[in-house]
């Protein structure tokens, strides 16, 4: 890769996800659930105030700790992202067939 060479939409894309991760994990492999916490309620907050009460929390993360270990691993966040951007991508063709586009 030239590194003088701007990053394409997706490579910058990417790398603000990685670096968000990075974060809030504090470089570590993965995300506690307080950490978790964190960085939902400041990236994604319309995904936790659906899921605002301690319990709904716990049930969000618990959807997302695949391996029940009591972290969010790089791999589980990536796959939370892949979920949220199927929605978008979901409400954006929603849109555009409301648009008659
Ligand atoms: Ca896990």
């Known amino acids: 890769m030239d590194p003088m060479r701007d990053p394409s939409a997706m490579e910058f894309s990417v790398a603000c996800i990685v670096g968000i991760f990075n974060r809030y994990s504090g470089g570590a492999e993965s995300l506690t659930k ?6 939902l309620k400041a990236e994604m ?6 899921a605002d009460s301690r319990e709904g929390f716990d049930a969000l993360f ?5 391996n029940d270990d009591g972290k969010i691993c790089f791999p589980e966040f990536i796959q939370m992202v892949g979920f949220m951007a199927t929605a978008f991508n979901e409400m954006f063709i929603r849109m ?3 648009c008659g586009k």
């Open 45 to 50: 907050p319309e995904l936790v105030e659906a």
């Open 96 to 98: 555009q067939q409301q």
């Open 34 to 39: 307080c950490q978790a916490k964190d960085l």
């Open 62 to 66: 618990d959807s997302l700790d695949c």
